[in-house]
């Protein structure tokens, strides 16, 4: 596999072992695996990657905008509030970060197709970046999964199963089938490194200083291992000072992860019934779920559960005050105002909300939540 110099391999996130890449999980305790890099060789913030530019698969995801939001600030009380819009990367969402990598690493183990079970924008994600690596892919999704996102899975040329039911019977599917294929499915150590990017450029963003902290939607929990090793690893690189806290925002019906993290579990339980109309972060069983309450709790961060009636009206207010978003974003906005409310801000603090799906995939929801206010 030819990697940066950076690159020192994988390491588990639970046990800290070191493991060669090509590895889904830890074999000594099955953790979740992440890209480990050589702080003595990261000068800038672009060295924090694995695959160097010639072999890295890219459909240009990533550099996406901080948009300030100083009507929200004002509301919370805060120095300021800025929205990293990841609805503006190519399939439309923050996934491309995360499967551009995984994809990449799987071409460089001669794979010929990869797959994965997807609520929707992972299977549309992976299908651009497999098409444009040159290879097959094939999206398990459950039947509730948006249209958009079934429609452009095939017209990046990927395969897709739908599956009757929810998520959970998805993930099923995908882990009985025979067929061949390279995973890339939630939990991948590559796909972690989205988050890694994530973290990277919101230090760009913010002129080299860390936000103070950071409100991210949650379904599987990676892009927050992600943005706590890569902000940790900036600050061992001389590159930053701190670690923002960080919050995991989920929706109340649907919150493995925020209830642990608020009950002070290490671990999270698997949701029996979950049920929102927050489809991509409906996820009972997050594949990075400790790590993720790690990370959470590594950073002096907390988790919140959000109603839906409050993400919707948070996405509509979203859109009103700054970038386009939709019911996922909400999902941050309504959590920053519920954060608010407990003290989490100090007046000078910083506040970055992250959005990861551009507003037009979801309107639908949103249009719907308008005309029951009789709009």
Same mark, same amino acid.
């Given at each position: 596999?030819?990697?940066?110099?950076? %690159?020192?391999?994988?390491?588990?996130?639970?046990?800290?072992?070191?493991?060669?890449?090509?590895?889904?999980? /830890?074999?000594? /305790?099955?953790?979740?695996?992440?890209?480990?890099?050589? !702080?003595?060789?990261?000068?800038?913030?672009?060295?924090?990657?694995? %695959?160097?530019?010639?072999?890295?698969?890219?459909?240009?995801?990533?550099?996406?905008?901080?948009?300030?939001?100083?009507?929200?600030?004002?509301?919370?009380?805060?120095?300021?509030?800025?929205?990293?819009?990841?609805?503006?990367?190519?399939?439309?969402?923050?996934?491309?970060?995360?499967?551009?990598?995984?994809?990449?690493?799987?071409?460089?183990?001669?794979?010929?197709?990869?797959?994965?079970?997807?609520?929707?924008?992972?299977?549309?994600?992976?299908?651009?970046?497999?098409?444009?690596?040159?290879?097959?892919?094939?999206?398990?999704?459950?039947?509730? /999964?948006?249209?958009?996102?079934?429609?452009?899975?095939?017209?990046?040329?990927?395969?897709?199963?739908?599956?009757?039911?929810?998520?959970?019977?998805?993930?099923?599917? %995908?882990?009985?089938?025979?067929?061949? %294929?390279?995973?890339?499915?939630?939990?991948?150590?590559?796909?972690?490194?989205?988050?890694?990017?994530?973290?990277?450029?919101?230090?760009?963003? /913010?002129?080299?200083?860390? !936000?103070?902290?950071?409100?991210?939607?949650?379904?599987?929990?990676?892009?927050?291992?992600?943005?706590?090793?890569?902000?940790?690893?900036?600050?061992?690189? &001389?590159?930053?000072?701190?670690?923002?806290?960080?919050?995991?925002?989920?929706?109340?019906?649907?919150?493995?992860?925020?209830?642990?993290?608020?009950?002070?579990?290490?671990?999270?339980?698997?949701?029996?019934?979950?049920?929102?109309?927050?489809?991509?972060?409906?996820?009972?069983?997050?594949?990075?779920?400790?790590?993720?309450?790690?990370?959470?709790?590594?950073?002096?961060?907390?988790?919140?559960?959000?109603?839906?009636?409050?993400?919707?009206?948070?996405?509509?207010?979203?859109?009103?005050?700054?970038?386009?978003?939709?019911?996922?974003?909400?999902?941050?906005?309504? &959590?920053?105002?519920?954060?608010?409310?407990?003290?989490?801000?100090? !007046?000078?603090?910083?506040?970055?909300?992250?959005?990861?799906?551009?507003?037009?995939?979801?309107?639908?929801?949103?249009?719907?939540?308008?005309?029951?206010?009789?709009?």
């Amino acid at each position: 596999m030819e990697t940066t110099a950076a %690159f020192r391999g994988l390491v588990c996130t639970a046990c800290e072992e070191a493991v060669d890449p090509g590895v889904e999980r /830890c074999p000594d /305790c099955g953790g979740v695996l992440a890209p480990d890099y050589d !702080p003595d060789a990261v000068e800038t913030t672009a060295a924090l990657t694995p %695959f160097p530019d010639p072999v890295a698969v890219s459909i240009d995801d990533g550099d996406t905008p901080l948009v300030s939001v100083p009507e929200l600030a004002a509301e919370l009380g805060v120095d300021s509030v800025g929205i990293k819009d990841e609805g503006r990367n190519p399939t439309g969402s923050l996934t491309d970060r995360k499967l551009a990598p995984a994809v990449t690493a799987a071409v460089q183990q001669d794979a010929a197709r990869v797959a994965t079970p997807s609520t929707g924008n992972g299977a549309q994600a992976a299908a651009a970046a497999a098409a444009r690596a040159g290879i097959d892919s094939k999206g398990f999704v459950p039947s509730r /999964c948006p249209f958009v996102n079934k429609a452009m899975v095939n017209v990046h040329g990927g395969d897709m199963r739908v599956v009757e039911g929810r998520y959970s019977d998805a993930v099923a599917v %995908f882990e009985d089938s025979d067929e061949e %294929f390279a995973p890339v499915a939630p939990g991948h150590p590559f796909r972690i490194q989205g988050g890694v990017s994530l973290a990277m450029e919101l230090l760009d963003d /913010c002129g080299g200083t860390a !936000p103070d902290a950071v409100v991210h939607p949650t379904g599987h929990g990676e892009t927050l291992v992600g943005l706590a090793r890569g902000f940790e690893l900036a600050v061992s690189a &001389g590159l930053a000072e701190g670690v923002p806290r960080l919050y995991a925002a989920q929706p109340e019906s649907s919150a493995p992860i925020a209830d642990a993290v608020r009950e002070g579990d290490d671990a999270p339980s698997e949701v029996e019934f979950p049920d929102t109309i927050v489809g991509p972060l409906e996820v009972p069983a997050p594949a990075a779920g400790r790590a993720a309450i790690g990370a959470v709790e590594s950073s002096g961060g907390d988790g919140v559960a959000v109603s839906d009636k409050d993400t919707l009206q948070g996405a509509v207010d979203g859109c009103e005050m700054g970038p386009e978003i939709g019911a996922t974003g909400g999902t941050a906005v309504g &959590g920053v105002r519920a954060l608010s409310d407990r003290d989490a801000f100090d !007046p000078e603090d910083r506040v970055v909300l992250v959005n990861p799906v551009a507003g037009s995939k979801e309107g639908d929801l949103l249009r719907s939540h308008l005309m029951s206010q009789g709009l």
